[in-house]
C-alpha cells in the first residue's frame, strides 16, 4: 500500500509563514482576534468591548447614529433656535409636544443621547489612532521585511539569466528602487523595497481631521453666539445683550465672551437695475459706518456689503437686510409735538412693500384733555403706481406714498405682554371715523399731513425718509478649525484611496551552472494592476543594466505576471479591516 504525502507539509507551513510575514504591517489596521468566551472575565470582557469600539464597523455605526440624530434638530422647532416655534409646536400638539420633550427633541444638539453618541464616536477614533500611529512610526524607523523563499508564489514575479555578478545585480537593483523612491536595503542575496507609505499616512492624517472637526464643530456649538439688530440712519449699536433685538447663543457662552466693539449706521446705498428682466434687483447693497473697538478705540470709517463682512475679532458683522423709515411727526390738538422719530417698516416684497405700525405711547392727550393712546397701521410704497394700487412697482424712492389708518385708546402695552412693535393690537383702540363715517385712512405723501377728526391732532409725513439696515453678528469659535481639517481629510482621504502600498524584492544569486539568476516579485495590500506594471518597468530597466545570458531563454526578457504562480490562495492575507 503506498503511502501520499499531505499537501500541508512543514516545509510548505513553513513557506507559507514566510510569505505571512513577508506581507505583514501593510497595514497599521489593529489585529481582530475572536475572544476565547467561555474563559472571559472582567478585563476579557472589556477588552472585547474596547475591540468593539474602535472597530470599523462601530464606527460607521456611530456616524450614521449621529447623522439620524441630526434629523429631528432639521425637521422640529429647537428651543435655542426659536423658542417662539417650540412653543406654538407644543401648544399646538398635545400628545406630540411632551413625548417630544421627553425625548429631548426639541434641543437635539444638547441632549444625552445626542452627546453620547458623539463622546463615543470620539472616543472611538481616538481608540483607533492612537495605537495605529504608534505603530505607523515603528514601520518607518524599521525595514522592509527580506524576501520570501519562494518569490514565484507571489502575484507578480519575473525572473532571467544574467552573466553579471551577483553583488553587481544587488548593488544595480538597490540604486534603481532608491531612485524610484524606494525604501530598500540589502538582506541577505536579495533587496527588499517599500514604497506608498503616504497611503497610510493619508489614512490617519483622515482620522485625526475627523477628530479635529468634532472638537471644532463641538466648541462652536458650545461657545457660539448670534444676534440681530435693526438700525436706522444715524443711529448707533454696541456690543451687549440688552442692545439685541434678538439674541441666541451656545450653552456655555457667557456675556465675558462678547467683543466689545460699537459702530453707527451713517448711510445705507442701494441701487436697482431700472429695465430688463432683471429690473428691480440691487447692483449696490451697502452700509457706510463708523466703528470702534474697545471703550476708548477711535473711531474707524468701513463700509459693510453683502457677503463681505466687518470683522472685529471673533465677531463678524453681516449686512442682512434693508427697508425704509418715514420720519412722522405727531401733535396734538393744541399743536404740541408727542412723537418725532424715524419708524422702521417691514418690507412684504422684492419691491420694498412695507408694513407696520406707529404707536403714541405717552405724551397725547384728546380734544379734552384727557390722556389717551394713539395708533397708525402703515403702508409704505417706495413707488406707489397709482390709483388702487397696494403694492410698489419699484425698490427705489422714486414716487414714495405713506399710507396711514389712524386709532386712539388703549395700545395694551402697559399690560405687560409682550408684543411687536410692527404690529397694533386693536382689542382695546377706536378707529379715527371720517366726514362719511367710515374708517380714518388717508395716502400720504413727503411733507403732507393728515389731520384728525374734533381736533384730535395731525399727523404729518416728513420729506426727509430714512432708511434701515439689519445686521447679524455671528461669532463661531473654532470654525477656522473645522475648514482645516475638512481640508486635510479630503486630501487624506484621497492618498488612502489612491495610494497604494507596496513591496517589491529583488534576489540575484549563482545557479547551479555558475550563471547568476535574477528573480523579481512584487506584493501590494490590494489587487491591482499598478503592481505587475510597475515591476515590468523595473524589470525592463535592470534588465538593460544585467541583460540576459546569451544561452537565456525567451522567458529571460518576460516581465509580465507570471501565470504559472500557484493560486493567490497561497498568497497571505491583507490584514484586518481599517478604519
Known sequence: ?????????????????????????????????????????????????????????????????????????????????????????????????????????????????????????????????????????????????????RLTRLPAYTTWRTEAEPEQVREAALALLKKRRFRAHVAQDAVAAEKGYLREFGNLAFHIALVVMLVAFAWGQLFRSEGNKLIVEGDGFSNTLTQYDDFKSGNLFTQDDLDPFSFTLNKFTGTYETSGPNRGTPRTYQAAVDYSVGAYGKDKKTTIKVNEPLVIGDSKVYLTAHGYAPVITVRDGKGNVVF?????????????????????????????????????????????????????????????????????????????????????????????????????????????????????????????????ANFQVTRQPGAGWALGGSLVAIFGLAGSLFIQRRRVWVRAAKGADGVTVVEMAGLGRSESAKVPEELGTLAGILYDQAPGAPDAEDTSADTSHDTSTPDSDAVPAEGAETK
Open 340 to 468: 418725532s422719530d424715524a419708524v422702521p417698516l417691514l418690507p412684504l416684497d422684492s419691491n420694498v412693500t412695507s408694513t407696520g405700525a406707529i404707536k403714541v405711547m405717552d405724551g397725547y392727550r384728546d380734544a379734552k384733555g384727557q390722556k389717551e393712546q394713539l395708533g397708525f397701521q402703515a403702508a409704505f410704497l417706495p413707488t406707489y403706481g397709482g390709483g388702487t394700487s397696494v403694492v410698489s412697482q419699484f425698490p427705489a424712492l422714486t414716487n414714495p406714498v405713506l399710507n396711514l389708518e389712524a386709532y386712539h385708546g388703549d395700545l395694551g402695552v402697559d399690560a405687560g405682554i409682550p408684543q411687536s412693535v410692527y404690529q397694533l393690537d386693536k382689542t382695546n383702540l377706536k378707529g379715527f371715523k371720517d366726514s362719511k363715517g367710515r374708517q380714518l385712512r388717508k395716502n400720504l405723501r413727503p411733507g403732507q399731513t393728515m389731520q384728525l377728526p374734533n381736533g384730535a391732532g395731525s399727523v404729518t409725513f416728513e420729506k426727509g425718509i430714512k432708511e434701515w
Open 1 to 149: 500500500m503506498s503511502k501520499t504525502t499531505p499537501p500541508d507539509t512543514a516545509s510548505q507551513r513553513a513557506e507559507d509563514k514566510d510569505l505571512g510575514a513577508a506581507g505583514s504591517q501593510l497595514s497599521t489596521a489593529p489585529q481582530e482576534d475572536a475572544p476565547n468566551l467561555p474563559a472571559l472575565g472582567v478585563i476579557g470582557w472589556f477588552r472585547w468591548f474596547w475591540r468593539q469600539l474602535t472597530s470599523m464597523r462601530v464606527a460607521l455605526l456611530l456616524l450614521l447614529l449621529l447623522s439620524l440624530g441630526a434629523i429631528p434638530g432639521s425637521l422640529i422647532p429647537q428651543s435655542g433656535t426659536d423658542a417662539t416655534k417650540v412653543a406654538d409646536f407644543q401648544k399646538n400638539h398635545s400628545v406630540l409636544g411632551p413625548v417630544y420633550d421627553k425625548l429631548g427633541l426639541f434641543h437635539v444638539y444638547s441632549s444625552v443621547w445626542f452627546s453620547a453618541i458623539y463622546i463615543l464616536l470620539f472616543v472611538s477614533l481616538i481608540g483607533c489612532i492612537v495605537p495605529r500611529s504608534w505603530q505607523f512610526v515603528g514601520q518607518l524607523r524599521g525595514r522592509p521585511p527580506g524576501a520570501p523563499r
